[in-house]
C-alpha cells in the first residue's frame, strides 16, 4: 500500500485509502489479533433463528456490549440453545462487518455460565407460567383408577421403558403404547411437546390413551434441562388426558413435574401409580364376596327362623277346614233337589215367554216382507225405467251412425251399387261375365239387367271403341 500514488498538488505522507480496503484491513488486524477467544456474557435481544437460520443477537455485560452471529449449522448442533436474559460463555472468532463498520464475534460453541444462570432462568419462567394460573391444582385431572391403554414418552432403547414395562406387568398387565423420542437435546423439547399432542389427537377407532406417562432418568440440570422448556409445558397444559410426570430422580425437580396431573419420584414409581395390584384386587374381590355370601346366608337363617315362629302360632289345617267342610255337605245334600226345582221354575217361564213371542215375531216377520216387497216394487219400476230410456238413447244413437254411414248416402250422391244374381256385391269388372245377370241399385230404386256376349273388361278411363259413334243398347260395361 505504501506505493500508492497521492493526490495531485498534496503534499503528505499520508496512504490513501478506499473504504473497503480500510474495512477489510481492519477485519484481518482484529481476526489475527484475537482469532479464537472465550467471551462471558448476557444474552439481550435474543429473538430466535431469522428466517435464513441465523441467529443474531448482543453479549452484554454492565458496561459494554458486542454483537453476536450464530450461523445456521452451528445452531443446529448447538447442545445448548440460546436464550434472551441467560448468562452464556461463548467461544467463537472476533471479528468486523464490513458494511456497518462494527465489530462482533462468530460464535461456534455455548454454555451456559454455571448453574446459577439457569436456575435464574428457570425461576423467572417459572413465575411467569405461575401467573398465567397453569400450576394451579384445580386444573390437575384425576388419574383413571384402571386404565385400559397407558401411554409412555421416552426413549425407546433406554433403561426406563423396560422399567416401565416390567413393573406394569408385575402389578397389572395392560396395553402400552410407545411414542418414541429423545430425551436430551436440542430437538428433545419438539418432539415430547409433539408426542403429547399426537396422543390427545387419536382420531376414533384408534386405541387412545386413558393414561400419559412421560418418562427419563436422571442426569444434570442441563440434561433435563428440555422439560422445563416453555413448549413442553404448554403441551401438558393443552392435554385432555391425565398425564404422570416421571422426569429424573426424587431429588430432581422441572416445570413439567409443577404442572403435570401427577409427579412421580421415578419412571418405577410412575408405573406403580398407574396402575393397582391385580393380586390385590383379586384379594379384595374375593374377600368381598366371601362377605356378602355370609351376609346373605345370615339374612336367610333370619328369615327361616321368623318364618318358623310365624308358623307355630297358626292354627292346623284339620281345624281349619272343618267347619266349611260340614258346611259343604249341608249345601251339597240341598242342591239336586234345588236344581230339579229351578229348572222346572226356568221351563215353565220359558213356554210361557215363547208363546207370547212367537205371536210377536210372526208379525213383526210379515211387516217387514211387506216393507222389503214395496221397497223391490219401486226399485224395479225405477230400474225398468232407467234402463228403458237407456236402451232408447242407444238406439238413436245407432240410426243416427246407421244413417251416416249407411251406403243410401252414397247412392244418393249419384253412385250405384252393382250385384250379381245371387245378391253378391260386384266391385271389379272382372268379376262380370259374358250374360251375366245384375242387379243394379240406385238411390231410388232396383234395375235389372244382362251383361253382353261380348261384354270384356276395359282399361279405366278408355274410350270403347265404336265406329257408327253410337252406343249400343243394352249394354252396362
Known sequence: MADRQQAPGVTTNLVEYTVSELAFALKRT??????????????????????SGHCYFTLKDEKSCIEAVIWRSTYQRLKFKPEAGLEVIARGRVTTYPDKSKYQI??????????????????????????EGLFDELRKLPLPFLPRIIGVVTSPTGAVIRDILHRLSDRFPSHVLVWPVRVQGETCAGEVAAAIGGFNAMIPGVPRPDLIIVARGGGSLEDLWSFNDELVVRAVAASTIPLISAVGHETDWTLIDLIADFRAPTPTAAAERAVPVRADLMLSVTSHGLRVIGCLRRIVDGERRRFTATTRGLARKSELLALPRQRF?????????????????????????????????????????????????RGSGRALSAGVDRSRRRL?????????????????????????????????ANEVGPGTALDIEFAD?????????????????????????????????
Request: net charge positive; hydrophobic share 40%.
Open 30 to 51: 482484529v481476526e489475527d489479533a484475537f482469532g479464537l477467544v472465550r467471551l462471558r456474557g448476557e444474552i439481550s435481544g435474543f429473538k430466535g433463528p431469522h428466517s
Open 329 to 377: 255337605d249341608t249345601v251339597s245334600a240341598r242342591l239336586s233337589r234345588a236344581l230339579v226345582a229351578n229348572a222346572r221354575a226356568h221351563g215353565t217361564q220359558l213356554q210361557r215367554s215363547a208363546a207370547r213371542l212367537k205371536v210377536h215375531l210372526i208379525a213383526r216377520a210379515a211387516e217387514r216382507a211387506r216393507e222389503r216387497l214395496t221397497g223391490l216394487e
Open 106 to 131: 462468530v460464535i461456534d460453541d455455548l454454555e451456559p455460565a454455571g448453574a446459577g444462570a439457569l436456575m435464574a432462568l428457570l425461576e423467572a419462567r417459572k413465575k411467569q407460567l405461575a401467573a
Open 396 to 428: 238413436d244413437g245407432s240410426a243416427k251412425l246407421l244413417s251416416t254411414l249407411g251406403y243410401h248416402n252414397v247412392l244418393a250422391r249419384g253412385f250405384t251399387l252393382v250385384r250379381d244374381a245371387e245378391g253378391k256385391m260386384l266391385r271389379r
Open 445 to 477: 230404386g232396383h234395375v235389372h239387367a244382362h251383361a253382353d256376349d261380348d261384354a270384356r273388361p276395359t282399361a279405366l278411363h278408355a274410350k270403347p271403341a265404336n265406329p257408327r259413334g253410337k252406343e249400343k243398347q243394352g249394354t252396362l260395361l
